[in-house]
């Protein structure tokens, strides 16, 4: 049985974002103000649809279905992202102006959930959220 991330997700704490968002080519000050905003991720999921609003200093939404294609918008432009399970884990591969982007969302033990990135470069980024 798969996850279920439902729910109003407050971020509480970032491991090498700041050296991620620099690999994905975001400049100086995009990047100091992204480090000290705390999104929070407003996920609904019916079965394998999901609908996912993320509140931050520009709120943005993206729905989708896992196993089908889906166009984004990130800083750099627009991407192609296929969303699948991987074990208990939301599992995106995302086509991208600068190259291909790995992000996995996954419920640990201690009920967080933690965002994973991946830049073409292999530099790696946790975003850990609480449920509110």
């Given at each position: ?9 407050k971020h509480v704490e ?26 929070v991720n407003e996920i ?89």
């Open positions: 049985m798969a996850v279920n991330f439902t729910g109003n997700w970032s491991e090498n974002f700041e050296e991620y968002l620099s690999a994905m080519g975001v400049n100086f000050a995009m990047r100091k103000i992204a480090a000290k905003t705390s999104p609904e999921q019916d079965g394998d649809s999901f609908k996912i609003k993320t509140i931050s200093a520009k709120t943005k939404e993206v729905s989708f279905k896992i196993g089908e294609e889906f166009e984004d918008e990130m800083p750099m432009g627009k991407v192609k992202v296929k969303a699948t399970w991987d074990g208990g884990k939301l599992h995106f591969d995302i086509d991208s102006p600068k190259g291909k982007l790995v992000t996995e969302r996954e419920i640990r033990s201690d009920g967080r959930m933690y965002l994973v990135m991946k830049a073409a470069d292999g530099t790696t980024c946790t975003r850990i959220f609480a449920k509110q």
